[in-house]
């Protein structure tokens, strides 16, 4: 059973700094992607950064510049590093995973951590 282990998340004054990270448990055989999602009150969840095959990153327009995406392969851990936040940058934070169960599933498989809170204000 995967599960996706979510810490860092608070409440950090405009231009701060925080650091997601996710750590990815149980056994899987083949992580394609791994990466970030957000939720504001009355929003729709929106992609924030993946990491696609370990390597090829890819940001929202929205935190591009401001936030880095890196994922630790070894450790099936990936981390959002968050640089210069608004006060717009505050939403639930869900980590998300997509992979392969085991080498002989027909199909890759979505998973979802249980989110953290994020809150940038004065």
């Known amino acids: 059973q995967v599960q996706l282990v979510e810490s860092g998340g608070g409440l950090v004054q405009p231009g701060g700094y925080l650091r997601l990270s996710c750590a990815c448990s149980g056994s899987i055989a083949m992580i394609n992607v791994m990466g970030w999602y957000r939720q504001a009150p009355g929003k729709q969840r929106e992609l924030v950064a993946t990491v696609i095959r370990g390597s090829i990153t890819n940001y929202a327009d929205s935190v591009k510049g401001r936030f880095t995406i890196a994922r630790d392969n070894a450790k099936n851990t990936v981390y959002l590093h968050m640089n210069s936040l608004k006060p717009e940058d505050t939403a639930v934070y869900y980590c998300?995973?997509?992979?392969?169960?085991?080498?002989?599933?027909?199909?890759?498989?979505?998973?979802w951590g249980q989110g953290t809170q994020v809150t940038v204000s004065a």
């Open positions: 998300y995973l997509n992979g392969l169960p085991t080498y002989s599933s027909l199909r890759s498989l979505d998973y």
